[in-house]
């Protein structure tokens, strides 16, 4: 693709970054199968290939419009576009620059506004999250059905800490503290039965704020987690562990959204290599692992693959083949590729297209007829729960269980 950014663009680092992307595409259209708004729209400009051309078009000097912050606003950032890309265009960062530019350009709203202010001054407290969840389980009979669906608290137990060994940085994220604690309590029990310890590491990730088009508040959250982290790493913590896929495919890129700030760079880029999905610890320490494991009381299991988990991290296959070894028999999803709809604040903000994936993604997921579904995410978990009766809830749980 031929280029002519702006001056203004190409005189720094993101502009030579999104030019270079821009390169990279030859409207070949392969991303159109797997784009999860271009498959409900057929509107080319709600596809990769379109938004690519509108991001052009800014960067070029273009006057922007409320209907091209309209299409870039409805992308999941899903990422299946670049699984199936065949020129290796990094279309997540493209998207990521093109939107900050937008919207410092352009603005919103004042109701949009005061919405998106909202969400990331209430979703990355925790303490103001944690009451409200709690105050939403408390008067669950009296909400409406889609704020009743908070999860129950489940089993929160956890070990202590075992004199020797090793001691691993468990990043707890921002809202399933609150809603799902279980998750990470089961987390520290399957390590522990490893052989692993566990030091809470909190705080926003930064995803939220990044997402929301805010990237000075998404980037002072990365720097805070990156102090902190690195802090741990230097006093012997062995690295750093997620059970969230979606904190995971921010936490890896630290490295690089941090690369052009001196003063955090190489803490940055030290962080994000030393960073694990939940998965690759449990498969370093899977044979230690498997002795102490009862069989499962249903081995048929449907498992749904987030998106950061499988376009982001790559990690789809590694996880899948483990689950079979820890002796599950996973069922064949239809369309496994596509987006569930949550995105983060996606379902909140593009309500109306998240309920349609929601619903497709789940007649697909229950066509087994399966009594529970797994996953590695708790945006997807909290997300698909709310429209189904069958258990949603995060595979390292159900490994839990199973400890003898």
């Known amino acids: 693709m031929q280029t002519q950014l702006t001056a203004h663009y190409v005189s720094t680092a993101e502009g030579q970054e999104a030019d270079a992307i821009?390169?990279?595409?030859?409207?070949?259209?392969?991303?159109?199968?797997?784009?999860?708004?271009?498959?409900?729209?057929?509107?080319?400009?709600?596809?990769?290939?379109?938004?690519?051309?509108?991001?052009?078009?800014?960067?070029?000097?273009?006057?922007?419009?409320?209907?091209?912050?309209?299409?870039?606003?409805?992308?999941?950032?899903?990422r299946a576009c670049e699984t199936t890309c065949p020129s290796g265009v990094a279309y997540h960062r493209l998207a990521d620059i093109g939107r900050h530019a937008l919207e410092a350009q352009l603005g919103r709203p004042l109701l949009e506004g005061f919405k998106r202010s909202l969400l990331k001054r209430v979703l990355r407290n925790r303490t103001l999250f944690g009451g409200l969840v709690m105050l939403g389980r408390l008067s669950r009979p009296l909400l409406p059905k889609r704020l009743a669906s908070i999860p129950r608290l489940g089993d929160t137990r956890r070990p202590r800490p075992q004199a020797g060994s090793p001691r691993w940085l468990m990043l707890e994220g921002c809202v399933q503290p609150a809603l799902a604690p279980a998750i990470n309590a089961a987390a520290a029990r399957v390590l522990a039965a490893c052989g692993i310890d566990l030091q809470a590491l909190s705080g926003c990730c930064g995803a939220l704020a990044w997402h929301l088009n805010d990237a000075a508040d998404g980037l002072a959250d990365m720097r805070r987690m990156v102090a902190q982290a690195d802090h741990a790493l230097s006093q012997g913590a062995a690295g750093i562990v997620y059970t969230a896929s979606g904190c995971g495919a921010s936490v890896v890129e630290y490295g690089q959204l941090l690369a052009g700030d001196m003063a955090h760079?190489?803490?940055?880029?030290?962080?994000?290599?030393?960073?694990?999905?939940?998965?690759?610890?449990?498969?370093?320490?899977?044979?230690?692992?498997?002795?102490?494991?009862?069989?499962?009381?249903?081995?048929?299991?449907?498992?749904?693959?987030?998106?950061?988990l499988q376009h982001g991290l790559r990690k789809k296959t590694s996880l899948e083949a483990m689950l079979?070894?820890?002796?599950?028999?996973?069922?064949?999803?239809?369309?496994?590729?596509?987006?569930?709809?949550?995105?983060?604040?996606?379902?909140?903000?593009q309500a109306d297209i998240a309920s349609q994936l929601r619903s497709d993604k789940l007649a697909k997921l229950q066509a087994g007829q399966p009594s529970q579904i797994a996953t590695a995410n708790i945006g997807c978990q909290t997300h698909l729960q709310a429209a189904t009766r069958t258990p949603i809830r995060h595979w390292i749980e159900l490994i839990a269980e199973r400890l003898a």
């Not at 820890?326 to 709809?341: E, F, K, N, S, T």
């Open 22 to 78: 821009l390169r990279r595409c030859v409207h070949c259209g392969f991303c159109l199968a797997t784009c999860p708004t271009y498959q409900l729209s057929g509107n080319e400009l709600d596809s990769p290939r379109g938004r690519i051309y509108l991001i052009k078009q800014l960067l070029e000097g273009q006057p922007a419009s409320r209907s091209t912050q309209q299409h870039l606003d409805r992308c999941l950032s899903c």
């Open 265 to 308: 760079a190489k803490a940055a880029a030290r962080v994000s290599a030393n960073a694990l999905d939940i998965s690759d610890l449990v498969l370093q320490h899977l044979d230690q692992l498997l002795p102490q494991l009862q069989p499962p009381s249903d081995p048929r299991l449907v498992f749904h693959a987030p998106c950061s």
């Open 324 to 349: 079979v070894r820890l002796g599950y028999v996973l069922l064949p999803i239809a369309d496994a590729h596509l987006c569930c709809g949550s995105a983060g604040s996606y379902s909140i903000l």
